[in-house]
């Protein structure tokens, strides 16, 4: 079992930056892909960004391309969403999950955090 763990929303300035954490409770990561995922209010959730925790392969969903950076700490299990120049239509709840293949697929994840809300001010 995974245990994910969100930290790091908040409320910021149309422009602003925030660094989301999703601390995960497994040591054996190797094999996964961590990925954010969103959702707006009345919206569908929707990918944001992904990695391989092997470091061989990112994806980012073009709406953030350019402005967030998905990474990892192996030493600290934690993978982390630097969010840049954001804007108000960023706001959103903030999922972390993890899936056993590269997928953008939200359904095709096994285990998902709490959430974190990350509301953009105009």
């Known amino acids: 079992q995974v245990q994910l763990v969100e930290s790091g929303g908040g409320l910021v300035q149309a422009g602003g930056s925030l660094r989301l954490s999703c601390a995960a409770s497994?040591?054996?990561?190797?094999?996964?892909?961590l990925g954010w995922f969103r959702r707006a209010p009345g919206k569908e959730r929707e990918f944001v960004a992904a990695?391989?925790?092997?470091?061989?392969?990112?994806n980012y969903a073009d709406s953030v391309k350019g402005r967030f950076t998905i990474s990892r700490d192996s030493a600290k299990n934690t993978v982390y969403l630097q969010m840049n120049s954001l804007k108000p239509e960023d706001t959103a709840v903030y999922y972390c999950?993890?899936?056993?293949?590269?997928?953008?697929?939200?359904?095709?994840?096994?285990?998902w955090g709490q959430g974190t809300q990350v509301t953009v001010s105009s």
């Open positions: 497994t040591r054996t990561f190797s094999s996964y892909y």
């Open positions: 990695l391989a925790w092997s470091g061989t392969w990112t």
């Open positions: 999950a993890a899936a056993r293949g590269a997928t953008v697929i939200h359904s095709l994840y096994d285990y």
